[in-house]
């Protein structure tokens, strides 16, 4: 396998790669941002919920071991 095979492989992958991605049906404006939301919405949720389940076993944990 010389220089010259794996520079082509290269290539081809690059060409593969930007023909993929003008398939990919991209969001405009208004549908990131919603999208941004959510997700941030989402995981302060669930950081709130883990915190909280975090808080009682913390708890529990303080109570047993005195």
């Not at 520079?7 to 790669?17: A, E, K, Q, S, Y």
């Given at each position: 396998?010389?220089?010259?095979?794996?520079?082509?492989?290269?290539?081809r992958?690059?060409r593969?790669?930007?023909a993929?991605?003008k398939?990919?049906?991209?969001?405009n404006?208004?549908?990131?941002?919603?999208?941004?939301?959510?997700?941030i919405?989402?995981?302060?949720?669930?950081?709130?919920f883990i915190?909280?389940i975090d808080?009682?076993?913390?708890?529990?944990?303080?109570?047993?071991?005195?």
């Amino acid at each position: 396998m010389g220089a010259a095979s794996a520079i082509g492989r290269v290539g081809r992958f690059l060409r593969d790669v930007r023909a993929e991605l003008k398939k990919v049906a991209w969001p405009n404006r208004k549908e990131l941002t919603s999208y941004t939301v959510i997700v941030i919405v989402s995981v302060m949720i669930v950081a709130a919920f883990i915190g909280l389940i975090d808080l009682v076993f913390s708890q529990v944990l303080r109570l047993i071991i005195r």
